[in-house]
């Protein structure tokens, strides 16, 4: 319990970047902008792109679209405010924003790793059971499986946001990190709030470790499938369309792993910011330079879209 001379806390300082001098955050600061402006250009480029071209209104890339609204947006959510920290350090917040911006980064990180899980199991479909391929993902199966990313994505984002916010905060009100994260609120509460880091560890595990694993199963029956394949050139097919995917889904569970399932004894703030830039800043512009240097089809519908031939088969 708070003692009773404790002051209760309105707003939330961030330390962020603030133990670098100017010159090395001027350098942050162009880097992350320059890395994030690339990531939205490079998400409304995929969104158009699939929107624009027919052909490509396919499962596949309906996932794909979907994905990349989501990375905008938990984008928005946290950078943002971190660039202009860089610039200014040291920057309040008060605790009805940081637990909507909060609530933002949970809904839609959470959504991302599901609509992974969801693009796997459509990999799954397309590759051990192409026949019935149109029927099991048609597009009702698809708008319901997006929707069940989002709601899940809501739901988790609603519990972690009332038990971090339901523990009282009183006179420590520095915040190790760049933006408002779970772990270090928890470590500010100046209340037992083990029941909360129970909480926040059996959601990383359903939010992670479920979903990877999902994910990882599917693999092995898809390369089992692949690997039955007749022709060398289907074979390759098969894994092209497979390795975006798998190499999007290893950082970004990767990453996540590490921030959210590394036990608490083990946290230091410098080496959990340096992941955190990883997961927040580099891994939503994997999704737009993976799936767009890797993917012939989209390539193709770039070219015709600025006015280019196609690029040979």
């Known amino acids: 319990m708070p003692e009773s001379n404790s002051t209760a806390v309105t707003e939330f300082l961030f330390e962020g970047f603030s133990s670098f001098g100017w010159q090395h955050r001027l350098i942050f600061f162009v880097v992350f902008l320059t ?27 309906f996932f794909l679209s979907i994905l990349s609204i989501s990375e905008t947006c938990y984008t928005v959510a946290i950078i943002p405010r971190m660039l202009f920290g860089l610039l200014s350090p040291y920057q309040c917040i008060s605790i009805q924003g940081c637990a909507i911006q909060l609530f933002f980064y949970l809904t ?53 946001v009332t038990s971090v916010f ?26 037992d709030a083990t029941a909360n880091e129970i909480i926040n560890f059996v959601v990383s595990v359903c939010v992670l470790i479920l979903p990877m694993g999902l ?44 921030i959210y399932l590394k036990p608490k004894a083990q946290s230091s703030h410098k080496q959990d910011t340096l992941i955190s830039v990883t997961y927040t800043v580099i891994t939503p512009l994997l999704n737009p330079v993976v799936y767009t240097l890797r993917n012939k089809e989209v390539k193709d519908a770039l070219c015709r879209a600025i006015g280019r031939k196609p690029l040979a088969s």
Not at 168 to 190: Q, T
Not at 248 to 258: D, M, N, P, Q, T
């Open 35 to 61: 890395l994030y402006l690339l990531t939205l250009s490079g998400n409304i480029i995929i969104v158009t792109i699939i929107h624009l071209y027919r052909h490509l209104h396919t499962p596949m890339y």
């Open 108 to 160: 839609f990180g959470i959504n991302n790793c599901f609509l992974l899980t969801v693009m796997g199991y459509d990999r799954y479909v397309a590759i051990c059971k192409p026949l019935r391929y149109s029927v099991i993902m048609s597009h009702r199966s698809c708008a319901g499986l997006a929707s069940g990313s989002l709601g899940i994505g809501l739901g988790m984002a609603i519990i972690q």
């Open 215 to 258: 994910v990882f199963i599917s693999y092995v029956f898809n390369i089992s499938t692949i690997l039955k394949i007749a022709s060398a050139e289907g074979r390759k097919k098969a894994f092209a369309t497979c390795a975006s995917h798998l190499t999007v889904v290893i950082i970004h569970y990767g990453c996540a792993s590490i």
């Open 166 to 191: 339901g523990l009282p905060y009183c006179d420590a009100f520095v915040i190790s990190h760049f933006f408002c994260d779970v772990r270090p609120l928890l470590k500010l509460a100046c209340a």
